[in-house]
């Protein structure tokens, strides 16, 4: 059995132990945005002249909000009936390097609130139909206890 990223140009690191897994992207060296996962071009300017970023481990939330329906396919977060989904906080995370991404946030809705601390975990989702771990990530409080 294999583990195997939900969305492979995003995340690195993940082949050896899921603790040294990081997100990645790009920078451009034209403009200087910065981007969530890997591209061939920059989507602010055009340009072709991007470097690769590591993105780091550590953020703050941005805004979230509580999800309370179960994700659609491909998603399998769980179970897909909305009566027996938990409702689960998601938001908007910012990361150091200046980039926002949308995130599971994990912990007691009453950790969670704009401008918390929160670091990321890279774990199993759920099984593919081969069999794999999908691995995705998310942002725990640093208030929450594991």
Request: with cysteine; hydrophobic share 35%; proline share 8%.
């Amino acid at each position: 059995m294999a583990s195997v990223p939900f969305a492979p140009g995003f995340m690195t690191g993940y082949e050896d132990s899921l603790e040294d897994a990081r997100l990645v992207g790009v920078s451009c060296t034209e403009c200087g945005v910065v981007l969530f996962g890997k591209r061939d071009f920059c989507e602010n300017c055009g340009s072709y002249h991007l470097a690769e970023e590591e993105f780091g481990e550590s953020g703050e939330v941005f805004s979230y909000t509580v999800q309370r329906a179960p994700p659609t396919p491909p998603f399998r977060m769980g179970t897909s009936d909305r009566d027996e989904w938990d409702p689960r906080p998601v938001g908007y995370v910012d990361l150091p390097s200046g980039v926002r991404i949308l995130s599971i946030l994990e912990g007691p809705l009453e950790a969670i609130d704009i401008g918390t601390p929160v670091t990321l975990e890279i774990a199993p989702g759920w099984r593919n139909d081969d069999g794999d771990d999908v691995l995705v990530y998310r942002f725990v409080a640093e208030e929450a206890d594991r």
